[in-house]
């Protein structure tokens, strides 16, 4: 199992890499797909629509939710197309990290202009060193978005 940092980066340029060469307008499936596809095949291991269970007030909630991506058993990655992030697309992948236990995720989305102003980190209460991944910093606060 490769870094968490290795692992992130691999997904953002395979993400950049698609978001330049089939552009914005394609349904997010097709997003998915072509970088599940992409990461595989720079020898990351894939798992997509990974269900994910969970427990609230001594209740279990079997297969709660989907995640979208599953990358190295240890990154999570939300796709989108939509034309532009909302707050509440961070704090969908930020949830999904804290019920999962999960260190960082990350949020693409290829319905925007550029790929760039498109991709978040998100961090679960993890402190980790400065990396070339913060993207259009929010804040470096534990347990938001970096």
Known sequence: MADIEAVATQAIDCGFRIHRDLGPGLLESVYEQVLAASLTRAGLKVERQ??????????????????DLLVDEQLVIEVKSVETLSKAHGKQLLTYLRLMQQPVGLLMN????????????????????????????????AGGYA
Do not use: C, M, W
């Not at 679960?124 to 060193?129: I, M, R």
């Open 50 to 67: 990974k269900p994910v269970s969970f427990s609230f007030e001594d209740i279990q909630f079997p297969d709660g939710f989907r995640i």
């Open 110 to 141: 290829f319905g925007g202009a550029t790929f760039k102003e498109g991709v978040r980190r998100v961090v679960n209460n993890h402190s980790f060193a400065s990396s070339r991944l913060r993207v259009n910093q929010i804040g470096a606060t």
